[in-house]
């Protein structure tokens, strides 16, 4: 009898009973005592910063001159035209961050990665045509900041609850941020697994009683793996976690 793993029970029964009927978990077995990678367990690398998408425009950062925001920009923001976009390399506080990037060459409109550094008040703000992109003059004595944006480097998103995605298959090396006020505030905290861990298993909270993270959060860098015939359970880190059975795919971490 299947247990009860609250809301994601269907697709554990499913996967569970998908591995068992092809004879085998999907991959071979990995040994949690030496897992793949410099650091299976420890102090998560910190080479990416945190990040997520970027705001329609600077104007809540006009008191952080001298401030650089590191974001993605979207597809529908790197192409919308009904947005305001004031200058010409420095541009007005309120204009889009988005639709500036594109005109300073920074992405195409397909989006990206950019980063943004606040820049004090430019007086006079001249309008010229980029990229595709047409930007407007502006002329004032008074306006509280601007700023400039150029490429930036890929960034660690928020993370997902668990790695159950259709998008990631085995091999994947996922980074993505876990916040502090996540990992006290998930709703899904569940782990199966030590060291390696089913890959439906609450993501932020395995990196936590892998010791990567603290509950003060971080970035992780977790690997998809094969499935394993079996997942032990221990407490680590003030968590503990549960045992299970053969399953059809597994993560640990970098």
């Known amino acids: 009898m299947f247990k009860n793993t609250g809301g994601i029970s269907g697709f554990r029964l499913l996967a569970v009973v998908g591995a068992l009927v092809v004879g085998g978990c999907g991959g071979s077995e990995l040994d949690a005592a030496g897992l793949p990678g410099e650091e299976s367990t420890g102090v998560a690398q910190q080479a990416m910063e945190a990040c997520g998408y970027c705001p329609s425009s600077m104007s809540n950062y006009t008191n952080q ?39 300073a060459g920074a992405i195409t409109t397909n989006g990206g990665y950019v980063t943004v550094t606040m820049l004090p008040n430019q007086i006079t703000y001249t309008g010229s045509t980029r990229n595709g992109v047409t930007s407007s003059s502006y002329y004032s004595t008074t306006w509280p900041a601007s700023f400039s944006v150029a490429t930036g480097s890929q960034c660690a998103f928020p993370c997902h609850e668990h790695l159950a995605r259709s998008e990631y298959v085995v091999g ?10 996540y990992i006290s505030t998930a709703s899904h905290k569940t782990i199966w697994g030590t ?25 992780i860098h977790a690997v998809l793996a094969p499935g394993q015939s079996s997942y032990v359970s221990s407490t680590q880190n003030g968590i503990t976690s549960s045992s299970y059975g053969p399953y059809g795919r597994s993560f640990y971490f970098q």
């Open 172 to 181: 994947d090396v996922v980074s993505c941020n876990c916040s502090s006020e």
């Open 65 to 103: 001159i001298g401030t650089t925001l590191t974001c993605r920009c979207t597809a529908p923001q790197a192409s919308a035209t009904n947005t305001s976009l004031l200058g010409t390399d420095a541009y007005t506080s309120d204009s889009s961050v988005c639709r500036a990037a594109v005109h």
């Open 195 to 219: 060291n390696i861990y089913t890959h439906d298993s609450a993501l932020c909270q395995a990196a936590v009683h892998a010791g990567v993270i603290t509950t003060s959060g971080g970035v």
